[in-house]
């Protein structure tokens, strides 16, 4: 079994940044596809970036692309986001997960591990 706990969200202005942090604990997740989600009000949940565990690859969603880093330490069974140039559509709460697949998926149901999530909310 694996816990996830996400941290470092809150408000902030258009333009600015943030960093979340998702630590696992349980097991091990340095076999394990990473990626990072988000649920805006009303919405379904989107995938916003993923990293592979061999090469360390990542994909971004087109909304996010050249604004957000995905990044992991294995080392630390943890892994990060970070955003910036934040606007305000990227209000919404952020959740990490991990998934038993062998490479990055969009899909929120190939991923079997999530956490609570976390609030960001970027004012204008």
């Known amino acids: 079994q694996v816990q996830l706990v996400e941290s470092g969200g809150g408000l902030v202005q258009a333009g600015g940044s943030l960093r979340l942090s998702c630590a696992a604990s349980?097991?091990?997740?340095?076999?394990?596809?990473m990626g990072w989600f988000r649920q805006a009000p009303g919405k379904e949940r989107e995938f916003v970036a993923g990293?592979?565990?061999?090469?360390?690859?990542?994909y971004y969603a087109d909304s996010v692309k050249g604004r957000f880093t995905i990044s992991r330490d294995n080392a630390k069974n943890t892994m990060y986001l970070q955003m910036g140039s934040l606007k305000p559509e990227d209000t919404a709460i952020y959740y990490c997960a991990v998934s038993r697949t062998v490479l990055v998926t969009t899909t929120p149901a190939s991923y079997q591990y999530w956490g609570q999530g976390t609030q960001v909310t970027v004012s204008s």
């Open positions: 349980g097991r091990t997740v340095s076999s394990y596809v």
């Open positions: 990293i592979n565990w061999s090469d360390y690859s990542s």
